[in-house]
């Protein structure tokens, strides 16, 4: 099945840094989405980004579908970012399509 | 963004017995639902896709008289833990979807088995 990787698995960035995070498939993918999961479990949806880029506030996204690769972009970080960000591809499956994640990036921001 | 719930949130229940959790898709009609299973400090693993009025379809080594899944309508799918031992212990996701659109998760629901 797909493969997904992401990296760095962990990182540890003062308040105000920008950051980048990386999502590599290993085939390709009709979608992808970015999540970030908070400290009590809940996926929030952040990004639905099958190609070409997109922003909100301080976080964008890009996917190069034809290089198999996305990346999250994360400006003047803030505490409230700490969590881990996961990616995840929509592979096929028996039943049709499912979302595949990746291991995540556990980011923690300090003040 | 829609809203997907889980209930309970948490559960405990002693080993052998069967737990139920519920998944509604509160503003949106969901054809596709989703469960994942997730351990701590691990990513989301599928364990099976429900096509609403269809059998669920279950992921390679999911058990699927152990977890039995239900999605009798468009905006509620169900999951019940049978016969529960300790290792059945984990944080249960489910996630649901309009077509092949953008998938939505529940807030999970964490089960310990006693």
Redesign the interface.
């Known amino acids: 099945g797909i493969q997904v990787e992401q990296s760095p698995p962990d990182l540890i960035l003062q308040e105000g840094a920008n950051s980048t995070l990386r999502c590599n498939f290993s085939d390709s993918v ?2 992808l ?1 970015w ?1 970030h999961q908070n400290p ?4 929030i ?1 952040l990004f ?1 980004i099958p190609s070409g880029t997109k922003q909100n506030g301080r976080l964008s996204a890009t996917t190069v579908a034809t290089e198999r690769y996305s990346l999250l972009y994360i400006s003047s970080s803030q505490t409230t970012d700490s969590g881990v960000y ?1 990616c ?1 591809v ?1 592979a096929a ?12 990036t556990t980011l923690s921001v300090s003040s | 963004g829609a809203v997907v719930s889980q209930h309970p949130s948490w559960v405990i229940c002693k080993s052998g017995t069967s737990v139920k959790i519920e998944c509604r898709s509160l503003d949106f009609q969901a054809t596709t639902m989703f469960w994942y299973r997730q351990f701590p400090k691990q990513s989301l693993m599928l364990m099976a896709t429900s096509n609403e009025g269809s059998k669920a379809t279950y992921e390679q080594g999911v058990e699927k008289d152990k977890f039995l899944i239900n999605h009798a309508s468009l905006t509620l799918s169900t999951l019940t833990v049978t016969s529960a031992h300790p290792e059945d212990s984990s944080f249960y996701i489910c996630s649901a979807r309009w077509g092949e659109g953008e998938q939505y998760f529940g807030p999970g629901t964490r089960l310990t088995v006693t």
Not at chain 1, 93 to 104: E, H, W, Y
């Open positions: 009709n979608n989405q999540f009590w479990g809940q996926l949806n639905y996961f995840a929509v499956n028996q039943a049709g399509t499912a979302l595949i994640f990746g291991k995540g």
